[in-house]
C-alpha cells in the first residue's frame, strides 16, 4: 500500500523498500515534466523536456498547433520559422508504443528576440573548448565565450554531428548526460546570434565515458545535509541540498533510507534550481540511528549518482 502526500508543492509517493513509482500498465503516460522554452533567435524557440521513461515519443506544440513529433531518444527541439519579437506558447505530450497519447505537459512561453537589420557577420568560433569524463554516463564540456558584433544569444553543441544541445549565451560550459559507459565521442560547440548566424566549430573535444554503471559524479546533489527533529511525539529527518548542474530542470528526485528507496518525491510546481529541502516522518522511538542519500532523475530519463550518505540518530542533535 502507498502512502501519498502532497506538501508545499512536493508529491511524495512513499513505496517502503519498493523501488520509485512508474507508470500503470494499460494507461497513457503521464505529462513531460521540466519543460522549458528559450529564444534561440528572431526566428527559433529551443524546447526542452524531461524525458519520459518507457514511451515511444513525443509530440510538440507551439500554441494550439503541432509543429513536430520526435522520438523517444530526442527531449530537445528548435522550433523555427518564428515571427521576430512575439511570444509563444509551448507544450509537449508523450506517446507510448500502443499509440496511447498522455497530456500535455505545463504551458511554457517565449519571445523571439528583436530581428536585426543586414545582420550578416558571424560570431567569433568558441576558444578553449575543453572537457572531463565524469563517470560512464556523463562528461563536463567548457569553452571560452564568442563574440559578436551584436551579441551571442546561445551555444549549440554538437555530438559528432548531430545538434544535441543549446545553452544559453551567458553559459560557457554544461554537463552531457546519458551517454554509454566506456564509449568514445567527439564534441563541438558553436555560437550563435539573434540573425541565426552560426560561428565556426570549436576544436574538437574528444573523450571516452569510463567503463562501467557508474551515474557520474557530476549528476549527483551537492551540499547534502540531514538532521532529525521532533515533532508532536514523532521524529522527522530534514533534508537540505543543492541540485545537479544538468542542463534541463531536475523535477524528481528518490531518497534512500538505511539502504533501500523508501520515497520519490516529484515537485508539482516550479522545482528549485538553488536549494531544495524535504521532511519526512521515522517513527516514534528515540535514539533510532538512520542513513539517509538521495539521486536524481536527470531531464534525459536516467537516475543521476547518488549524494554522500549521512547518518543520524532520533533524538540525537547534531
Known amino acids: 500500500m502507498r502512502r501519498v502526500v502532497l ?19 494499460g494507461r497513457a503516460p503521464g505529462a513531460p515534466t521540466g519543460v522549458t522554452a528559450e529564444a534561440g533567435s528572431a526566428t527559433s524557440v529551443h ?26 531518444s530526442a527531449h530537445m527541439l528548435d522550433v523555427t520559422r518564428l515571427t521576430p519579437s512575439t511570444t509563444y506558447v509551448f507544450t509537449v505530450r ?57 551579441k551571442v544569444v546561445s551555444y549549440d553543441v554538437y555530438q559528432g554531428g548531430t545538434k544535441i544541445h543549446s545553452v544559453g549565451g551567458g553559459q560557457t560550459a554544461t554537463v552531457v548526460t546519458g551517454l554509454r559507459p566506456g564509449t568514445r565521442y567527439s564534441f563541438t560547440v558553436r555560437a550563435r546570434d539573434a540573425a541565426d548566424n552560426l560561428s565556426p566549430a570549436s576544436t574538437p573535444v574528444r573523450l571516452a565515458t569510463a567503463p562501467g554503471a557508474d551515474e557520474g559524479r557530476d549528476t549527483a546533489p551537492t551540499g547534502f545535509r540531514a538532521t532529525t527533529r521532533q515533532a508532536d511525539g514523532a521524529y522527522y529527518i530534514d533534508l537540505a541540498w543543492v541540485p545537479p548542474r544538468v542542463d534541463g530542470v531536475v523535477t524528481e528526485y528518490q531518497i534512500q533510507l538505511d539502504g ?11 522545482p528549485p534550481r ?13 535514539g533510532v540511528g538512520h542513513r539517509v542519500r538521495l539521486r536524481a532523475r536527470l531531464p534525459d530519463g536516467t537516475w543521476g549518482a547518488y549524494s554522500v550518505e549521512r547518518a543520524v540518530t532520533t533524538g540525537v542533535r547534531p
Do not use: H, I
Open 7 to 25: 506538501c508545499g508543492g512536493v508529491l511524495a509517493v512513499c513505496c517502503g523498500c519498493a523501488g520509485p513509482a512508474g507508470g500503470d500498465e
Open 47 to 72: 524546447v526542452m523536456w524531461n524525458a519520459v521513461p518507457g514511451v515511444s515519443g513525443y509530440e510538440v506544440f507551439r500554441d494550439t498547433a503541432k509543429v513536430a513529433e520526435v522520438s523517444a
Open 94 to 150: 508523450a506517446r507510448d508504443g500502443e499509440g496511447r497519447l498522455g497530456p500535455r505537459s505545463r504551458e511554457v512561453r517565449a519571445t523571439t528576440l528583436a530581428a536585426l537589420a543586414a545582420d550578416r557577420s558571424a560570431p567569433t568560433r568558441p576558444g578553449g573548448a575543453d572537457g572531463r569524463a565524469a563517470g560512464s554516463r556523463a562528461v563536463q564540456l567548457s569553452w571560452s565565450a564568442s563574440t559578436d558584433d551584436r
Open 260 to 270: 533501500q528507496p523508501a520515497t520519490s518525491l516529484a515537485w508539482g510546481g516550479a
Open 274 to 286: 538553488e536549494k531544495a529541502s524535504y521532511s519526512f516522518y521515522v517513527g516514534r522511538e528515540a
